[in-house]
């Protein structure tokens, strides 16, 4: 199906599609809930709380003001679309952690969204490169539709770990798995090992 379906892409589109996946130009909305908002509510904030040295809580305005890189990366949903070189911009993940420092006892992260969404991940996998608190895409606030204001890019994982409507992270000495975590997706995650279900 996969191969099938890639057929006429190059040789260097081809070799950055894992095994199972095929290229979409467009870009797909997945969700279970929706946009919760138009606009920044008044009293938004993003936490960062739990087994850090350094709690912070920002407002959006003060998130805006952060360090703040562009990225461009390729990303891959566990139904089997991926999308090259999505252009993100927002604030990098090692700036955070050096930032907050977490505890040595912190293993792993909590990501809190909207609408109750979570999702875990090890520590390790949030110092990869690439990953950001992304507020821009393409240039451009983020869609409601595709996370609007601010979402995780994780993008060396499927892409069910970048929450959409992020609005905290929380360091913990424990894993815990998230939304899609409990309901029998992968806790780790990687599209090159097809890392898609936990059965
Ligand atoms: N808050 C929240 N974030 C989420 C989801 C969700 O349901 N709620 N779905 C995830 C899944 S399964 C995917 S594939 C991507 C899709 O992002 P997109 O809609 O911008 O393509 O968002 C992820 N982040
Ligand atoms: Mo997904």
């Not at 350094?54 to 360090?67: A, I, M």
Request: charged share 25%.
């Amino acid at each position: 199906m996969g191969l099938f379906r890639n057929r006429g892409l190059t040789d260097d589109e081809r070799a950055r599609i894992p095994s199972g996946q095929h290229l979409v130009r467009n870009f797909p909305v997945l969700d279970f809930q929706g946009p919760p908002y138009r606009e920044v509510p008044d009293d938004w904030d993003l936490t960062i709380s739990g087994e850090v040295t350094h709690p912070q809580r920002w407002s959006f305005d003060e998130l805006q003001q952060l360090p703040a890189v562009g990225e461009i990366c390729d990303i891959h949903c566990v139904t089997s679309w991926s999308k090259l070189d999505t252009s993100w911009y927002g604030v990098p993940m090692g700036w955070l952690l050096a930032t907050v420092d977490p505890l040595p006892s912190a293993t792993h992260a909590i990501v809190h969204a909207e609408a109750g969404y979570t999702t875990n991940l090890p520590i390790a996998a949030l110092r990869a490169p690439g990953v950001l608190l992304a507020y821009e895409y393409d240039g451009l606030p983020l869609d409601p539709e595709h996370g609007y204001p601010l979402r995780l890019i994780v993008p060396q994982l499927y892409f069910w770990k970048s929450a959409k409507w992020l609005r905290g992270l929380e360091f913990r000495s424990r894993d815990m798995p998230g939304f899609w975590e409990r309901r029998g997706y992968s806790n780790s995650a990687d599209p090159w090992k097809e890392e898609r279900y936990s059965f």
